[in-house]
């Protein structure tokens, strides 16, 4: 049983240090042609964009959440906003009404059917040659339009992600939370430079209208139309560009609760659109995503069940062990601890997993030093790997349950957002130009 187990974890374990490695690689290959831009510029062309803004019970933060558009260094003739209560049950279609006499902004109502429903919505009012849409819950830095439509300059480029950051983490796990985003956009970069993007995130993801003219609108797709719509487009040859440099603040789950709902409904979304996207897999005609996208997010998924599982069953077996020897020789408190190098573990396991997580702490702090522009150590980091290390088994099993009862997950539970994060975050905006009243 034991040498089974040890030739898996090795076989997992060399996968995903390849992963990191390949990932690695790619970035020393290509830093140079990350672009950070830290001054302000400006386009020879701007091209209109419409951005929708879909919502559901955000009374609390709907107001910062256009705010924050509307002071876009955007030209205001070329940026217009479509704002969509999808059957709020709170105070939502009240503050939005406060916004429907600006000429660049367009409120609707409609009953409750899902956040895909209100962007196709929003889609069938859209007008303008690009199109994006941002959460409710997110803030833009000023620039990130901007920054965004420069990689349209190349007429194959079709859609654009954007950088999401934790704003002013509040706690340990809101730090844990900033760490991973941080590593996010390491990741998203290498994928771009690597054609093997597989998620154009809400936050402030643009488009060219025409991926919806050609390909149809957003599908409900397991409560993950972002991901769906990204599988969508690589199946179609559609290329997904990433620019680190546009900013999206967020408000992170303030609480273990809150983070739970949000990964199982990622996690379930992602096996889903990978159960209905199973004939990429492996198929040359779709390169990257084919063979190195999907199959590292399954492997991901698999090391961690695998991992959580030996741990259980190396703890088990330990109790059993230790009772065993309790129950021959008793129970003594007389002898002397000492210690010994003797009893440090030097399997060729314990330092497989020093390197799998001196990669991880690697892409970390280059994340981290692609939005600081310098590479710096914190706690951040620690609690990520210690928090995440012991949380991700438990939702990464809840999702593989509910996906194979086809159990959905909610977006909407996830709504109960950290309303002093977000008067933080709002604060932090308007310091820096980003958000025109708090």
């Excluded at 936050?203 to 769906?228: C, M, W």
Aim: glycine residues 4%.
């Amino acid at each position: 049983m034991a040498s089974i187990s040890n030739i898996i974890f090795f076989i997992l374990t060399f996968l995903c240090v390849y992963v990191q490695v390949f990932f690695l690689l790619t970035f020393f290959e290509k830093k140079k042609k990350i672009l950070i831009r830290k001054e302000s510029f400006e386009l020879d062309e701007y091209l209109g964009v419409t951005v929708i803004v879909p919502c559901y019970n955000e009374e609390k933060t709907i107001k910062g959440t256009i705010d924050s558009l509307l002071a876009l260094d955007y030209p205001e003739e070329k940026l217009k906003l479509i704002v969509i209560d999808d059957g709020s049950k709170d105070n939502t279609w009240t503050v939005i009404k406060e916004f429907e006499k600006h000429p660049n902004i367009k409120v609707f109502r409609k009953n409750n059917g899902g956040k895909y429903t209100a962007l196709n919505m929003g889609l069938l009012h859209t007008d303008t040659p690009f199109v994006g849409c941002l959460d409710a819950d997110s803030f833009v830095d000023s620039q990130a339009l901007k920054r965004i439509m420069t990689y349209f300059e190349d007429k194959d480029t079709m859609a654009v992600a954007p950088s999401i950051i934790v704003d002013n983490p509040r706690n340990i796990l809101q730090g844990a939370q900033k760490a991973e985003y941080e590593m996010a956009v390491y990741n998203k970069k290498m994928l771009a430079f690597l054609g093997g993007i597989h998620v154009t995130p809400g936050p402030f993801s643009i488009f060219r209208k025409k991926v919806f003219e050609d390909l149809g609108p957003y599908r409900h797709a397991h409560n993950t139309e972002d991901q769906e719509i990204a599988l969508r487009m690589q199946k179609n040859h559609y290329k997904i560009e990433h620019c680190p440099d546009a900013y999206v603040y967020t408000v992170a789950p303030n609480s273990v609760k809150k983070l739970y709902r949000q990964r199982v409904r990622w996690i379930y979304g992602f096996i889903r659109n990978a159960i209905d996207y199973r004939r990429l897999l492996f198929n040359k005609k779709y390169g990257t995503i084919a063979f190195f996208t999907l199959p590292s997010g399954l492997i991901s998924v698999a090391s961690a069940i695998f991992l959580f599982w030996m741990f259980l069953y190396n703890f088990i077996s330990f109790l059993i062990h230790k009772i065993s020897q309790i129950k021959i020789v008793g129970l003594s408190f007389t002898n002397n601890f000492s210690f010994d190098w003797f009893f440090f573990d030097t399997k060729t396991i314990f330092f497989v997993s020093i390197i799998l997580y001196t990669s991880v702490i690697a892409s970390l702090l280059i994340g981290r030093s692609m939005i600081e522009g310098k590479i710096r150590f914190s706690f951040d980091i620690l609690y990520f790997v210690i928090i995440y290390s012991a949380l991700a088994p438990f939702w990464i099993l809840k999702a593989i349950y509910n996906a194979i009862r086809s159990k959905q997950s909610s977006w909407t539970l996830e709504r109960d957002v950290d309303l002093i994060g977000l008067a933080s975050c709002k604060v932090e905006l308007a310091k820096k130009g980003n958000a025109t009243t708090i």
